[in-house]
T-cell receptor, first 114, second 113 residues
């Protein structure tokens, strides 16, 4: 069975600073996808960044980057130069190659403080 | 930019009643999903749907649940006889390929009294 763990229920960061959200997962699969989704207050979830497990290079999208450690089954999200609009719930998700369902963590509520 | 939409945003029902939650996926998408999130808990997969049939379902998705794509645009989740524990936020999602980004709707909050 696949499980995803986000150990930080809430975090805060000063505007313009850098913050890292942690995510670990457990799987016996060798090939899979990992995602970070963002859910702003009262809005739908949107994709922040995606990583294919077979790629060693960490994914980057502008101010968002990941630290993917396959052996450690760790997939953290780094947000640089935090902006007020980054305030949201962040969900880590896992998708095995062998299926199309997502397994989500419990989320981290991030607040960017002006 | 195209979006997944869901109606209603909030549904209140009595225990034992049937409810139908509606979703309009993005028009050229082929795969459709339902997830739910009980308050304070993680988002859980319910079912995926492709080519007019269920492709995968979780143990949560028992005989009380059904899904349908009644026309070319809507994707519905029916709960036949609601229970108190069905109270949750229900999210619809869609994508163009099973390993592509899933696009989520804003959710329907279901409250069972």
């Amino acid at each position: 069975a696949q499980t995803v763990t986000q150990s930080q229920p809430e975090m805060s960061v000063q505007e313009a600073e850098t913050v890292t959200l942690s995510c670990t997962y457990d799987t016996s699969e060798n090939n899979y996808y990992l995602f970070w989704y963002k859910q702003p207050p009262s809005r739908q979830m949107i994709l922040v960044i995606r990583q294919e497990a077979y790629k060693q290079q960490n994914a980057t999208e502008n101010r968002f980057s990941v630290n993917f450690q396959k052996a450690a089954k760790s997939f953290s999200l780094k947000i640089s130069d935090s902006q007020l609009g980054d305030t949201a719930m962040y969900f880590c998700a896992f998708q095995p190659f062998t299926g199309n369902q997502f397994y989500f963590g419990t989320g981290t509520s991030l607040t960017v403080i002006p | 930019e195209p979006e997944v939409t869901q109606t209603p945003s909030h549904q209140v029902t009595q225990m034992g009643q049937e409810v139908i939650l509606r979703c309009v996926p993005i028009s050229n998408h082929l795969y459709f999903y339902w997830y739910r999130q009980i308050l304070g808990q993680k988002v859980e997969f319910l079912v995926s749907f492709y080519n007019n049939e269920i492709s995968e379902k979780s143990e949560i998705f028992d005989d009380q649940f059904s899904v349908e794509r009644p026309d070319g645009s809507n994707f519905t989740l029916k709960i036949r006889s609601t229970k108190l524990e069905d109270s949750a936020m229900y999210f619809c999602a869609s994508n163009s390929g099973s390993y592509n980004e899933q696009f989520f709707g804003p959710g329907t909050r279901l409250t069972v009294l």
